[in-house]
């Protein structure tokens, strides 16, 4: 009796799966849709100009899901607190005046700002660097408190974005527009350099990330576990900001993205394995943008871009968890 019920998958394994399954197929409808909804398949021209079009911004739109979802996840079970994201940290605005900071000294004309894969490495490495070394310092002096954490970053978010506009202001216009990308404006040349680094993170993070399910358990239990706590708090990190400046670099920053996918996946899945946690909300990401930038291409016709939408209906959700006495 023990040993089949003991090899038989659980209820909620089994749940669980099917709402993989299900998000899944979700993602799998939203992009068929994206990709043949008013697409004229009778001149092959057209039609070939239209996959030309839509094929990079749909690779772009599933690598920033995965990138924001994966990253809120894991960013949430590191301060152990569901929400507080990234990017309402101020990290993708870190990114953008890192990047504009670079455009900026460098000078438009250099090799390092032509080149998108080579700026995009520069970036990467600052972002690594400075981030790490910012949000480690300040959540060992916050000790993790939530109110401290939010005061703290949105002054941060403040200060990155004035410097950014202070700079910007100093520069050309014409080089100005093709710093910011956004869904509009999507940073197509860096899609295989983008797919790798992400592979490399999830090789190199591997450990860290089975570790994840410990970790939550807070830093003594996680140390009294024989997990080397604050080593792999760093790594992850790292990680975190890494997978965030992907996704700021190639759509631009879209603050609220995170606490939405991240939150949606954590009451969906309700489980601790971290496993189900990333994997639906990188999927719920995806249909959320995949689907959203189609209503705003068909429906709206570009007039209103999907980063409004998502903006105000993460503020307003930001709000609803703020209010509802939710576990923070």
């Known amino acids: 009796m023990n040993r089949t019920s003991t090899a038989l998958p659980s209820a909620s394994y089994r749940a669980n799966v099917r709402k993989v399954t299900l998000l899944a197929l979700l993602v799998l ?46 960013f949430q079970s590191i301060i152990n607190n569901t929400i507080v994201t990234p990017c309402l940290l101020g990290m993708n605005s870190l990114y953008t005046l890192i990047h504009t900071a670079v455009v900026f000294f460098a000078g438009s004309g250099s090799l390092l700002a032509r080149n998108a894969n080579l700026s995009f490495a520069a970036d990467v490495i600052l972002m690594g660097i400075v981030a790490t070394i910012i949000y480690s310092y300040l959540f060992q002096k916050t000790n993790h408190n939530v109110l401290y954490v939010l005061l703290i970053g949105t002054v941060l ?7 950014q506009t202070t700079l910007t202001r100093v520069m050309d216009p014409n080089e100005y527009d093709t710093l910011v990308a956004d869904f509009e404006n999507i940073n197509s040349e860096i899609i295989v ?107 709206y016709h570009y007039a209103v871009p999907i980063s409004v939408f998502i903006t105000v209906g993460g503020g307003i959700y930001f709000l609803y968890l703020l209010l509802s006495n939710r576990r923070v």
């Open 29 to 74: 409808l939203a992009a068929v849709c994206y990709m043949v909804v008013a697409v004229n398949f009778g001149n092959q021209q057209l039609m070939l100009y239209s996959m030309k079009i839509r094929t990079p911004k749909l690779v772009v739109m599933l690598i920033t899901a995965f990138a924001i979802g994966g990253a809120s996840i894991v």
């Open 193 to 299: 350099f983008a797919l790798v680094l992400l592979a490399g993170l999830i090789f190199v993070l591997r450990r860290d990330l089975a570790l994840l399910d410990v970790l939550t358990l807070g830093k003594h239990q996680a140390i009294n576990l024989g997990v080397d706590y604050d080593r792999s708090i760093r790594r992850l990190l790292l990680g975190v900001t890494l997978c965030i400046a992907v996704a700021t670099a190639m759509v631009g920053p879209i603050s609220f993205l995170g606490l939405i996918i991240a939150n949606i996946a954590r009451q969906l899945f309700k489980t601790y394995r971290h496993t189900y946690l990333i994997l639906g909300s990188a999927l719920v990401g995806m249909v959320v943008l995949v689907a959203g930038q189609l209503v705003v291409e068909r429906i």
């Open 157 to 163: 978010s403040s200060f990155f974005s004035s410097i």
